[in-house]
């Protein structure tokens, strides 16, 4: 069974603050998505990544894939109460029959 | 219209019991899934279909059982649930592949009392 790390588990800033989520595996990926789910919803995507190296752009949020492709960041500027939520990271793995392995979580708590 | 649905989206239950849940997808979407989200949020995938195939059956009581009666549905059957079945239960779709972009439903949150 494939491990996704996820760090930290919960993280709480105020208002305006920049942070960094990240998630890490021990095997490589073939691609790697980012979700964020808000209470009582399901996970909507943020965004794929698949290249080694590759950084992908969202707003405020910046995603990165690591070059060996093994890990992964999610970067927020200025943080608003809105991104508060469940940011999860899912992998899927070369031969892993095509499943995508979800990471523990980090909750975010964005303070007004 | 909503993408993804599931009904119920809570079900309050017996130990014993056997309970369905129900899922649709209006996307068009050749995939469908089943996750169970613990109380510690952790997500784990329980099954997926493709063109009424299922393609991923994880370690999964035999207790459970998906139903796909076609493309745009794939329900849960819940035989002689126990205490530990608690949890959120969602529903996806994608068009194709596992890596392409999943579209959750809103949950259901199933108590065994």
């Known amino acids: 069974t494939q491990l996704l790390e996820q760090s930290p588990q919960f993280l709480s800033i105020q208002e305006g603050e920049n942070l960094t989520v990240y998630c890490n595996s021990s095997?490589?990926?073939?691609?790697l998505q980012w979700y964020r789910q808000e209470p009582g919803e399901g996970p909507v995507l943020l965004v794929t990544v698949v290249t080694g190296g590759e950084v992908k752009k969202l707003k405020r949020l910046t995603f990165q894939f690591g070059d060996a492709r093994k890990d992964s960041s999610l970067h927020i500027t200025a943080a608003q109460p809105g991104d508060t939520g469940l940011y999860l990271c899912a992998g899927t793995y070369s031969g892993s029959a095509r499943q995508l392995t979800f990471g523990s979580g980090t909750q975010l708590t964005v303070l007004p | 219209d909503t993408a993804v649905s599931q009904t119920p989206k809570y079900l309050v239950t017996q130990m014993g019991n056997d309970k369905s849940i129900k899922c649709e997808q209006n996307?068009?979407?050749?995939?469908m899934y089943w996750y169970k989200q613990d109380s510690k949020k952790f997500l784990k995938i329980m099954f997926s279909y493709n063109n009424k195939e299922l393609i991923i059956n994880e370690t999964v009581p035999n207790r459970f059982s998906p139903k796909s009666p076609d493309k745009a549905h794939l329900n849960l059957h819940i035989n002689s649930l126990e205490l530990g079945d608690s949890a959120v239960y969602f529903c996806a779709s994608s068009q194709n592949g596992v890596e392409e972009t999943q579209y959750f439903g809103p949950g259901t949150r199933l108590l065994v009392l």
């Open positions: 996307l068009g979407h050749d995939t």
């Open positions: 095997s490589v990926f073939s691609s």
